[in-house]
């Protein structure tokens, strides 16, 4: 079955005539994306230079408020940005080493849903209403293969049991709306997979289910990703769900990057006073009968991004350096970036 | 899906019971005598007005009057003229030449308008998109018959095009009619179909169809296309009702022998029998297309089956 | 209830009439704004007496944005200028013209259209400038007249159907059903073939009677989403009568829907008044209706074209007045497409 196995010991041939991947190169490189949409209303600049890395195997959570930029950084990748009225003014993206911003429509094309796949939030919508279930799927192998009708939807079988459907057989020929959210969000998986993507791309995949159900869905998604060594792309604004199962994360805010680091850094030592802020924003059980301590002021507009840090406003330890000059994104060592004046000071706080 | 079709054929009943009770109200309940509605302001030989109350029954009390009457209609009985045609008899000939005038309005409304459509919707802004809108609303502004003698003039008499009256030239005489009587519900179909594929086009499962990395004639013509057709379907079963008002005019106009034609010449004619048979048959036939077309939405939106 | 709100909504009933002319953007969202939250003490139940009226000014939000954002759309100028035009031509047609359109002389009988007569005469020698522009008093008082008393009745049944629900709103939906099922033109011919004189009131009444439905189903379900709202739940909570919530809160949030299509209405029922008294069974001589002059236009239509280019041109564009200005109104109350 061509679906499933990444290709982990085999060479990564360049299945796109002319596109010489690199197999050395990470698996994803994302660097210093710019993004903006030219609306009646003014430019929103959506993404203001944004880059993070995603190796094979890796989970890499992508975190921040509403409106922070997460999901149009991801569009970006997957090529699936309206033009107008959005547009790509700076950066790259690097599949392999090689940057999809300079591919033609039809090799992006062959990557997409191929290589890099992407499921979404809610898989009521997110789904065609008028086709069942299993002909979507099986859609990706009759479009992107040319296998036969019945081949696929053998495949879309197999793939609904992978991602633990129970009753494939029965509900391969089901609508959308005939699933259960969590089997719906399920389906919305295996369609996903059924090329062996190398990059999976999940844009709040758990926001629109009950809690219970979140969990089972990233439990799945961490398995599969066990099983196929791809990479894991996971954006979401809720931070208790990505504990679990992410690697490294990349902490969002007005359209930049402004943390990077390991789940464990972000999460113990920030080096971010938005970082630090979203973290203590968490109701943890010891504070219960405390006072949940939120972040001040609400995200900027982004057709108004403030000068200097655009986190400033709302910073608890801003400084005159602050409102004056935006800080670079500055490596830290060991993989650990953050984008602010005081990044070390910050780390070294002691967290109460 | 059964279930679906079922409660509609059951919706149905009591509304063609009751259509045809409101025909049959208008006729023979306006305060008056029925046979002076009937026939206008002609005074009937007696002979005629004899025949007229026996068919009838305006002797029997209203309710069996109604119910003589359904049971007429459900047997296919429509009435007579005043000289004792039977009104099935007249719509023979004529059904036919109707059915086809309809016909080729459709086909050409569909191509034309879904078409013009998808080309406006794509494109949104674009010229095509400008030139749709305000052409959509001019045709439909102006008055089928307006339209009517504007084509006979310009295309039938001043360049000589096409034929305008009758049907001695076969097809060819039916394509200016056809024309004209489906403009309207063009203008209409032309403006759903591109709302309603530009709103399809914003949506969720688009988004996900060009994620899947489909070519995009598979994402807008396979995806984006079902889901947009799905109220142009809809618009069908009313567009029938629309075409049967339009025909009586656009036969009318062109003199196509038809059934429209037949309920115009009627009313010109005062014949009230002819004008309530026909609009009788006319209805059911509306009724029976807005039941198809349920069937057919059904089949197009799997999500109203299980209603 | 929720049963009802499901039938209201989206694909999951087919409407057997669509609501007038497929809009070109994206139809107006249910969901509008509320007009004003009762404050609190407002309907204290207890101290009737004292109960203060509450000011029912005009919304912030929905209406007052709608006009500042018309005033400046052009569409709405000019389909607001079409009508005006048409509307002072109706009241005062002797604005217009100095003729008399009912003076006729047979000498005049089909004289071209010259400088001092712009359109000329049509075959009973009647000045025909003059007449369309009389023509346009007919159809302006038509078409007002029947939207206005659609309007209304399909308001209060709408109001009584959409709130209540039930069993009245199911035997209504029943009786909309049936009106349903006969295609307007056709129900026209009928009806009005059979009435003997046909004068103003006969033609308006038939199209009153022919066209509610459909504006009945469009604030019905329009009242449904509304009603759904929580200010409603508020005012019902603070004391308000059925009555005074369907008047003051549900009626100005969910009347959008109506006011659009009753412009466009407007525009469609000038336009069926025309084709039946073309048809012959519409008004009557001597009045004077642009469907009539048509009408009458046929038979020399080839020797003059006149007596049909110019009718038909005031006709056309009163119409376009018309669902221009439904199309504009549906731009600025729409809050989607913002």
Known sequence: ?352 | MGRYLLRRVFQFIPVFIGATFLIFALVFMIPGDPIRALSGDKPLPQSVQDTLRQQYNLDEPLWKQYVLYLGGVVQGDFGEDFRGREVTEIMRDRLPVTAKLALYAFVFEMIIGVAAGIMAGLKKGGFMDNLVRISTLAVISIPIFVLGFIAQLVIGVRFGWLPVSGLREGFMSFILPAIVLGSVSLAYIARLTRTSLAENMRSDYVRTATSKGLSRRRVVGVHALRNSLIPVITFLGVDLGALMGGAIITEAIFNIPGIGNAVYQATLRQEGTVVVGIVTFLVLVFMISNLLVDALYAVLDPRIRYE | MSETRDRAKGPKTRQTELPGIPPYETEPAPELPPLETPAPGEYDGATEATQKEPVAGPPASLWSDAWAELRTNWIFLISAAIILLFTVMAIAPQLFTSANPRECFLSNSLVRPSAEHWFGFDLQGCDYYARTVYGARVSMSIGVTVTLFAAILAVVMGSLSGYYGGWVDAIIARLTDIWFAIPTILGGIVILSLLGTRGFFQVAFVLIILGWPTMLRLYRSSVISVKEQDYIEAARALGASDFRILGKHILPNAIAPVVIYAAITTGVIISAEAALSFLGVGLQLPAISWGLMISGAQVRILQAPHLLLFPGIFLSLAVFGFILMGDALRDALDPKSR
């Open chain 1, 1 to 352: 079955m061509a679906d499933g196995q990444l290709l982990e010991e085999q060479q990564i041939v360049a299945d796109i005539s002319g596109v010489n991947f690199d197999p050395e190169a990470p698996l994803l490189e994302v660097d210093d994306l710019h993004v903006e949409f030219r609306l009646r209303e003014g430019v929103v600049h959506a993404n203001n230079g944004v880059s993070y890395t995603l190796n094979k195997g890796e989970t890499l959570a992508i975190v921040g408020e509403s409106g922070s930029g997460k999901t149009v950084s991801a569009q970006a990748v997957m090529g699936i940005i309206d033009t107008p009225p959005g547009y790509i003014t700076k950066g790259a993206a690097r599949f392999r080493g090689v940057d999809l911003f300079t591919l033609d429509e039809e090799e992006r094309r062959a990557i997409r849903g191929e290589r890099i796949a992407m499921i979404f939030q809610d898989a009521l919508t997110a789904l065609n209403p008028v086709f069942p279930v299993g002909w979507q799927i099986a859609e990706m192998f009759r479009s992107h293969r040319g296998t036969s009708r019945a081949e696929a939807r053998k495949y879309a079988i197999e793939l609904l049991e992978r991602v633990r459907i129970p009753g494939a057989k029965e509900r391969v020929d089901s609508y959308p709306h005939e699933f259960s959210g969590g089997m719906r969000q399920r389906a919305m998986i295996a369609m996903a997979l059924a090329l062996g993507p190398e990059v999976l791309i999940a844009d709040e995949p758990t926001t629109a289910l009950d809690v219970t159900v979140q969990a089972q869905i990233m439990e799945l998604l961490d398995s599969l990703q066990s099983e196929t060594g791809m990479g894991l792309i996971l954006i979401t604004h809720d931070l208790a769900v990505i504990a679990e199962v992410a690697d490294r994360a990349m902490v969002m805010y007005a359209g930049e990057a402004f943390e990077n680091g390991t789940i464990d850094e972000i999460f113990e030592s920030p080096a971010n006073p938005y970082t630090l802020g979203l973290m203590e924003s968490i109701a943890t059980p010891e504070q219960k009968g405390g006072r949940l301590i939120p972040i001040e002021g609400s995200p900027p507009d982004l057709r108004n991004i403030p000068r200097g840090c655009p986190f400033h406003p709302r910073c608890r330890f801003r400084e005159e350096i602050c409102v004056e000059e935006e800080p670079a994104l500055r490596e830290l060592g060991g993989g650990r970036a953050s984008k602010c004046h005081f990044a070390e000071e910050v780390v070294t706080l002691d967290r109460s």
